[in-house]
C-alpha cells in the first residue's frame, strides 16, 4: 500500500483525476448535494446552474464540463483532499474493507 505523497507526480495527476471524475458522478447522479448557502456560498447553486445550462443547450451529457468550467476550483480541490486521504494498493495486493469483516 502506498499513500498519496508516495505516488509518482504522474501518479498523484491520475489520483486527482480519479477523484474529481468520481465526485462529478455522485454530484450528477444526486448523491452529493452541498448545503453551503446557509453559509453565503453560492457552489450548489452554480452546480444547479450549470446543469440547466446543459439542459437548456439540449446537452445533459457535458453537464459535468459545465460544472468543471463554473466549479472547477472547488471540485479540485476536493478532489485533492480526497486523493491525499486515499491509500493506494499495488498489485498483486488484496485488500478487504474492515466494514466488510461486520
Known amino acids: ?3 498519496y505523497d508516495e505516488l509518482t507526480r504522474k501518479q498523484q495527476e491520475q489520483a486527482v483525476n480519479k477523484a474529481a471524475s468520481d465526485l462529478l458522478k455522485a454530484i450528477l447522479q444526486g448523491a452529493i448535494q452541498f448545503s453551503d448557502r446557509e453559509n453565503g456560498g453560492d457552489l450548489q447553486a452554480r452546480i444547479d446552474a450549470a446543469c440547466e ?3 437548456e443547450m439540449q446537452t445533459p451529457w457535458f453537464a459535468h464540463e459545465y460544472i468543471m468550467e463554473t466549479c472547477g476550483e472547488e471540485v479540485l ?3 485533492r483532499a480526497d486523493a491525499e486521504d486515499a ?3 499495488e498489485q ?3 485488500v478487504i474493507p474492515l466494514h466488510a469483516l461486520a
Request: no cysteine; hydrophobic share 35%.
Open 77 to 79: 480541490g476536493m478532489a
Open 53 to 55: 445550462k446543459a439542459n
Open 1 to 3: 500500500m502506498k499513500r
Open 92 to 94: 498483486p495486493e488484496r
Open 87 to 89: 491509500m493506494y494498493s
